[in-house]
Antibody
Framework: EVQLLESGGGLVQPGGSLRLSCAAS????????MTWVRQAPGKGLEWVSDISGSADTTHYADSVKGRFTVSRDNSKNTLYMQLNILRAEDTAVYYC??????????????WGQGTLVTVSS | EIVLTQSPATLSLSPGERATLSCRAS??????LAWYQQKLGQPPRLLIY???KRATGIPARFSGSGSGTDFTLTISSLEPEDFAVYYCQHRNNWPPLFGQGTKVEI
């Protein structure tokens, strides 16, 4: 059974840092790209970042570029997101998701339950 | 970047009725579009990918259609568990933006 479990969220002051983790199980982790999607309270979904299975390709939303860094450790079946210089507008539930290849493009077929990041003084 | 506009924002229907949700892209995304369902307090669930293919385990009452800039998600006969928020997302390029969502309510 595919499982994704996020951790690392919490309350942090503006300008602070956090590292989110996403522990994966039930599939060959290194064979799949992974993505982070966030959702501010009461708002819609926002794509944040993705990383290829081999970690050689990453992409970021403009809103987080230069502040967030996605990485993965395939030996530990774990995805990470380092969040630096946090702002109030980064407050959200952060989801990790697995990318499935359709034959044409990549879509998110499994999602974690999310971890809440609150940026406030 | 390609912007997705979903309509209507809210759809008020009853169980058994047909739901038709729209997603319009600011430029062509070919067929590279997905629909996700999200219930309160839960992560999203993939329903449709490549505009019209149902994801694993998704009931046949959910169908997707369209290509280019205009897409539709149809729920042929609403079940009580279908009342949720639905998002479209394109995968034509980066950033793979989501639409703002359509809430299907009773």
């Amino acid at each position: 059974e595919v499982q994704l479990l996020e951790s690392g969220g919490g309350l942090v002051q503006p300008g602070g840092s956090l590292r989110l983790s996403c522990a994966a199980s039930g599939f060959i982790f290194s064979s799949y790209g992974m993505t982070w999607v966030r959702q501010a309270p009461g708002k819609g979904l926002e794509w944040v970042s993705d990383i290829s299975g081999s970690a050689d390709t990453t992409h970021y939303a403009d809103s987080v570029k230069g502040r967030f860094t996605v990485s993965r450790d395939n030996s530990k079946n774990t995805l990470y997101m380092q969040l630096n210089i946090l702002r109030a507008e980064d407050t959200a539930v952060y989801y990790c998701a697995r990318e499935m290849y359709s034959g044409y493009e990549y879509y998110y077929d499994y999602w974690g339950q999310g971890t809440l990041v609150t940026v406030s003084s | 970047e390609i912007v997705l506009t979903q309509s209507p924002a809210t759809l008020s229907l009853s169980p058994g009725e047909r739901a038709t949700l729209s997603c319009r892209a600011s430029q062509s995304v070919s067929i590279f579009l997905a629909w996700y369902q999200q219930k309160l307090g839960q992560p999203p669930r993939l329903l449709i990918y490549d505009a019209s293919k149902r994801a694993t385990g998704i009931p046949a009452r959910f169908s997707g259609s369209g290509s280019g800039t205009d897409f539709t998600l149809t729920i042929s006969s609403l079940e009580p568990e279908d009342f949720a928020v639905y998002y479209c997302q394109h995968r034509n390029n980066w950033p793979p933006l989501f639409g703002q969502g359509t809430k299907v309510e009773i």
